[in-house]
């Protein structure tokens, strides 16, 4: 037996432990994730800007992609949480870019009904997000590693970009670009990655299907994912907590859609990027 075989064997022990635990009715568990994203400074004026503007920017920034959650759950419900900070006060003028942000309500998963519930605010409206799961072709492969006290292994899978998030946006190389292209401005700039490859690492010691925001599918917890400029990885487990709290499905704001809410967040994101390329040439006096 190889050392590979040997840790997969003592994971399957543990596994098997774990699901007699897992059996109670009134089972729950708490995981703390962190997240966090890069964004290219490219796409809002770089070049245009001064250093100094840039790090303004990037600090405003950095409270909206740096961000912490809890996944609250049990055999077949979930629900992810950020955890609110206290805003750091606003110096000057320019927009908040925790505004851009379209992610960041209450995510409600139900593994049992392939249902998701989630209650996002964006540009002031409130919005009650209706859909089945989206699901993830995974792979499963060999290769582990230990998280905290936790035996994980790796997965991966390749997604549809939604289209709208701007942290994906980046600079089309030069080489790239036709000589005779009609394209526009826009398109000589920009491009968004039609698809993500995403990398997960799970525990079967810990037997849910669950994981943090949209991730799930995989026989057991996830514990990190890493996708595009996004990695989430969690910093704490708490089993069976003294103090149990109720899962339960969010239920305010307009019902729409997954597709029509990524339309509406798409239009939005179109709109900005229009207004920063406006001031592009003005922007490092605003």
């Given at each position: 037996?190889?050392?590979?075989?040997?840790?997969?064997?003592?994971?399957?022990?543990?596994?098997?432990?774990?699901?007699?635990?897992?059996?109670?009715?009134?089972?729950?568990?708490?995981?703390?994730?962190?997240?966090?994203?890069?964004?290219?400074?490219?796409?809002?004026?770089?070049?245009?800007?001064?250093?100094?503007?840039?790090?303004?920017?990037?600090?405003?920034?950095?409270?909206?992609?740096?961000?912490?959650?809890?996944?609250?759950?049990?055999?077949?419900?979930?629900?992810?949480?950020?955890?609110?900070?206290?805003?750091?006060?606003?110096?000057?003028?320019?927009?908040?870019?925790?505004?851009?942000?379209?992610?960041?309500?209450?995510e409600y998963k139900?593994?049992?009904?392939?249902?998701?519930?989630?209650?996002?605010?964006?540009?002031?409206?409130?919005?009650?997000?209706?859909?089945?799961?989206?699901?993830?072709?995974?792979?499963?492969?060999?290769?582990?590693?230990?998280?905290?006290?936790y035996m994980c292994?790796?997965?991966?899978?390749?997604?549809?970009?939604?289209?709208?998030?701007?942290?994906?946006?980046?600079?089309?190389?030069?080489?790239?670009?036709?000589?005779?292209?009609?394209?526009?401005?826009?398109?000589?700039?920009?491009?968004?990655?039609?698809?993500?490859?995403?990398?997960?690492?799970?525990?079967?010691?810990?037997?849910?299907?669950?994981?943090?925001?949209?991730?799930?599918?995989?026989?057991?917890?996830?514990?990190?994912?890493?996708?595009?400029?996004?990695?989430?990885?969690?910093?704490k487990i708490v089993?069976?907590?003294?103090?149990?709290?109720?899962?339960?499905?969010?239920?305010?704001?307009?019902?729409?859609?997954?597709?029509?809410?990524?339309?509406?967040?798409?239009?939005?994101?179109?709109?900005?990027?229009?207004?920063?390329?406006?001031?592009?040439?003005?922007?490092?006096?605003?």
């Amino acid at each position: 037996m190889n050392l590979s075989q040997l840790k997969l064997s003592i994971t399957l022990l543990f596994s098997f432990y774990f699901f007699v635990s897992f059996a109670q009715k009134d089972f729950q568990g708490k995981a703390y994730y962190e997240s966090k994203t890069t964004v290219d400074m490219s796409n809002f004026g770089g070049g245009q800007l001064s250093e100094e503007r840039k790090k303004q920017i990037a600090d405003r920034m950095k409270s909206a992609l740096e961000k912490s959650y809890i996944l609250t759950f049990n055999q077949t419900e979930s629900i992810y949480k950020e955890e609110q900070k206290l805003d750091a006060p606003n110096q000057g003028g320019g927009m908040r870019f925790g505004m851009m942000s379209s992610s960041g309500g209450d995510e409600y998963k139900n593994i049992k009904d392939q249902q998701l519930l989630q209650e996002n605010e964006f540009f002031g409206k409130q919005f009650l997000i209706s859909d089945s799961l989206p699901k993830l072709d995974w792979e499963l492969g060999s290769e582990n590693k230990m998280i905290g006290q936790y035996m994980c292994f790796k997965a991966t899978a390749i997604k549809e970009a939604d289209g709208f998030d701007f942290s994906s946006f980046r600079r089309r190389d030069n080489n790239e670009k036709p000589k005779d292209s009609t394209a526009t401005k826009t398109e000589d700039i920009e491009e968004l990655p039609k698809q993500i490859i995403v990398t997960a690492w799970y525990t079967p010691q810990i037997p849910v299907n669950q994981g943090p925001g949209e991730y799930w599918g995989l026989p057991g917890l996830i514990l990190e994912v890493n996708a595009d400029r996004t990695t989430i990885l969690c910093s704490k487990i708490v089993l069976n907590p003294s103090e149990k709290e109720e899962i339960k499905a969010p239920s305010k704001g307009k019902k729409v859609g997954k597709k029509e809410y990524d339309t509406i967040v798409k239009e939005k994101m179109e709109e900005m990027r229009e207004m920063f390329r406006g001031r592009g040439g003005r922007g490092g006096n605003h």
